[in-house]
């Protein structure tokens, strides 16, 4: 073997890109955004009026029944949302799709105006379910789709997926016009968390989990990101992964759905960054995706709550805004690295 | 041993593999050869319990393909296709790590650490270890991707068109890396190849296809006939023997 290659050229990497610098710094970046945004508000609660208790309470109320939840909340469903994107794109084996590029979103769409129209009066409980099946059938629609239809172009996949998503949009827009949704509906495509609140937030906890359950079977992700035949040669059974896979996505697509609405961008985006960063390897990828996901919903919604003070802006527009701007950046970067 | 049974394979009508029966695993090196269309990849995909057979069976040491646990044979078998194509940004180590997965299911013991110690170290890599594989060259990330099947550690790796698009210097190294994998590791490699003369220098056997049948399967040197070849490739090659070995002469 030594006659193969008598003087290895590069010297000695490190095995894994670790980044511990940058790692510590991002952790204490997210812990630094999740206390400002437990104290900004119209109504005053700041460390000082909390220790003080001269406001009878109000303060630490506020504190417990919005404040929190709301910090939660964001945190969870950026974590979570950054999973399904990076998950979504094991799956498609494409780097440009996500949530809101391949149809799933206007799916669990559907599938809340759905419920809203036959059971009215149905919980929250019921209504993530609902919007959950929808997601996974299309998520399952999507694939189906992007299988019999043999894209060559990586960029056409996610144009598939948008054209599918553009259809059951115009559904959903059609019987929402009909029926007088419209209004739901237009609060369910802006991404808010300003009504969230103590005992209407607790679903996010389940796109929590499924961030747990991803990080579980993180290697079983990796393996079918290498594609059918590595996974199967891999003794791998490719479609069961594929259908936890479809689940995690689906559900986390629905309980963000549900309690905020539609973030776009950001499953796209942090995958993208961190893929840059540290590689596609889903163990090595699970924490950054969620602190990154974490920090750049939190630092929106705290430039959401601050812009216009003492108004909210959705927060839909500022991570739209700021995610269209990373996402060109991803873009065209590639594009010079000649991929 | 594996071993295909009178097996068929059929595209929307045309069939791809005609009642096959065959077997791998008796010599160090066998190299398939065959014109393009004659189903050698799918013959691959067979084994590999990628392409299910329309009539017929095949075993990897007796266990059916078709029932057997994929898990289960994944530790006797190994199977890198052709143009692997990773989309993902994986390093070398994360790589040869996966080829751990049958025996690991994910959680890395000492012995699998060892595995994959000892497939980087038998390739080189060990330079290239934390290095993506879009940042490789060819002949590298065909090794890295070799590696992974070392680590795998399996008896039997089945290798198809391991030498694409490869420069000469690099298929010389491969080959050469697949004898060393025979004699001094063990394996009994099965792998398609284009280039006859390949097959004649580093395989022991040689099994032809043609339209999906097997039209000859033989030690390497018998193979290596203007007949035979002719009757292969449907096109006139001249066989001459140089410093004592057969060498085809094709260029027209």
């Known amino acids: ?339 | 041993m594996i071993a295909l049974e009178g097996v068929t394979k059929r595209y929307a009508g045309q069939t791809v593999v005609d009642d096959v029966s065959i077997s791998f695993g008796g010599e160090g090196v066998t190299a398939l050869i065959g014109p393009n269309g004659a189903g050698k990849s799918t013959l691959f995909g067979l084994v590999g319990r990628l392409v299910r057979p329309d009539a017929g069976r095949v075993t990897v040491d007796g266990l059916d393909v078709a029932t057997t646990s994929s898990q289960e044979l994944a530790r006797r078998l190994a199977v890198l296709r052709q143009d692997n194509h990773v989309a993902a940004r994986l390093t070398v180590h994360d790589l040869v790590e996966f080829g751990r997965f049958p025996h690991s299911r994910g959680r890395l013991t000492v012995a699998d650490r060892e595995h994959i110690e000892r497939a980087i170290a038998y390739l080189e890599l060990d330079a290239y270890r934390g290095r993506f594989l879009d940042e490789l060259s060819g002949g590298q990330r065909q090794r890295a991707f070799i590696a992974m099947v070392l680590a795998q550690d399996t008896e039997y790796v089945l290798l198809d068109e391991p030498l694409n698009n490869l420069d000469l210097r690099h298929m010389t190294e491969i080959m050469r890396l697949v004898r060393e994998m025979a004699d001094q590791l063990g394996k009994r490699v099965v792998t398609v190849l284009h280039d006859v003369n390949f097959a004649a220098t580093y395989a022991d056997r040689i099994v032809a296809m043609r339209e999906g049948r097997v039209v000859a399967d033989a030690p390497a040197r018998e193979v290596m006939r203007p007949e035979v070849l002719a009757a292969v490739y449907d096109t006139t090659v001249d066989v001459r023997e140089i410093d004592g070995r057969p060498v085809a002469l094709y260029y027209g």
């Open chain 1, 1 to 339: 073997m030594t006659a193969l290659h008598p003087q290895p050229t590069s010297t000695s990497t490190p095995a894994r890109p670790r980044r511990t610098g940058a790692g510590v710094l991002v952790g204490v970046l997210l812990a630094v955004l999740a206390v400002a945004s437990l104290f900004i508000g119209v109504s005053d609660v700041s460390p000082v009026s909390l220790l003080s208790g001269d406001s009878d309470g109000t303060a630490a109320f506020l504190l417990v029944a919005s404040r929190i939840p709301r910090t939660v909340a964001l945190v969870l469903a950026g974590a979570s949302l950054g999973i399904a994107g990076l998950i979504m794109q094991m799956l498609v084996r494409n780097k440009f799709v996500e949530p809101s590029t391949t149809g799933v979103t206007e799916f669990a769409t559907l599938g809340m105006l759905g419920t809203t129209v036959v059971v009215p009066g149905m919980a929250v409980v019921g209504k993530t379910a609902v919007a959950a099946v929808f997601g996974l059938v299309g998520t399952w629609v999507f694939l189906r789709v992007v299988r019999a239809v043999p894209v060559r172009q990586l960029v056409l996949v996610p144009l598939v997926g948008i054209m599918l998503g553009g259809v059951v949009g115009a559904v959903t827009t059609f019987f929402a016009y009909r029926l007088d949704l419209l209004q739901s509906l237009m609060q369910w495509s802006q991404g808010s968390f300003a009504g969230v609140m103590q005992g209407r937030y607790e679903f996010v906890w389940i796109a929590g989990a499924m961030v747990v359950v991803a990080w579980v079977a993180a290697d079983r992700f990796s393996v079918i990101g290498l594609g059918e035949e590595f996974a199967t040669n891999l003794g791998l059974d490719f479609r069961r992964v594929v259908a936890v896979g479809m689940v995690v996505v689906a559900v986390i697509t629905a309980a963000v759905l549900v309690t905020a609405g539609l973030i776009p961008f950001l499953g796209l985006v942090v995958p993208n960054v961190v893929s840059l960063l540290i590689g596609d390897n889903v163990r090595r990828a699970i924490p950054w995706v969620a602190v990154l996901g974490a920090v750049l919903v939190v630092a929106c919604d705290i430039v959401a709550r601050t812009v216009r003070f003492p108004y909210e802006i959705p927060l839909s527009v500022v991570v739209g805004v700021v995610g269209a701007v990373l996402f060109l950046w991803l873009l065209l970067r590639r594009r010079s690295r000649a991929h």
